[in-house]
């Protein structure tokens, strides 16, 4: 029973280019979210999303940033223009429909940018 | 935003003695989590707390959701080198976000000497 999926765990980038990271839930999860998280801190919500829906996006930067969950495929965090502090790891976690707080994490992507 | 104040920040124990930290806010929280999380990983869900005064245990762990609902404590007994990690509170606010929304303490480093 495979867990949170997410690629790719680096991933190197310039300043001015894009991002996209990729997360595919734990079987039989239906919700799936995304936090970043910089170095000595906790993670910070960005988003939860569902099936073609974006629930809730608070936690999201109002430019460059947006994030998908197909009907097909997996769930894509997408960072446009990316610049130095955008560097962090972007963490993807889903969680069941009983139990919608007790999220499961993926390993992770850390992004860098040049 | 609304923070949690987790402490100690960091411990540095001897192999064998008991761990404690905790989580405190100024806001009430309707779910507690604690989280593990080692160099390069995601966190992992150590327990989920759903009900103010709620005591649970997983082996040599023990947390509470406390009373007032505002903190939280994680206990871990016997300490083992394999304890060291990063020891992240999450919680959700009763009145802040969806689901999945957590927010994350900034973490309890824990270094084992053998």
């Known amino acids: 029973n495979a867990g949170v999926m997410q690629n790719p765990r680096h991933l190197v980038r310039r300043r001015g280019q894009e991002a996209r990271l990729r997360c595919s839930p734990m079987k039989g999860h239906s919700h799936v979210y995304w936090y970043r998280q910089l170095p000595e801190e906790g993670l910070k919500f960005m988003v939860y999303?569902?099936?073609?829906?974006?629930?809730?996006e608070s936690g999201m930067p109002k430019e460059r940033f947006s994030a998908e969950f197909p009907k097909e495929g997996p769930s894509i965090l997408r960072i446009q223009q990316v610049v130095r502090g955008d560097s962090a790891a972007y963490f993807c976690a889903s969680s069941p429909p009983s139990r919608p707080n007790v999220l499961t994490f993926g390993a992770g992507s850390r992004l860098t940018v040049l | 935003g609304q923070q949690l104040n987790q402490s100690p920040q960091s411990m540095f124990i001897q192999e064998g003695e008991d761990v404690s930290m905790n989580c405190t806010s100024s806001s009430i929280f309707n779910t507690w989590l604690w989280y593990k999380q080692e160099p390069g990983e995601g966190p992992v869900l150590l327990i989920a707390?759903?009900?103010?005064?709620e005591l649970t245990s997983n082996g040599r762990l023990t947390a509470q959701f406390g009373i007032t609902r505002k903190d939280s404590f994680l206990n871990i007994s016997a300490s083992i080198p394999s304890d060291v990690g990063i020891y992240f509170c999450a919680g959700q606010l009763t009145d802040g976000g969806s689901q999945g929304n957590l927010i994350f303490g900034k973490g309890t480093k824990l270094s084992v000497k053998p």
């Open positions: 999303l569902q099936k073609e829906n974006i629930i809730d």
């Open positions: 707390l759903y009900k103010a005064g």
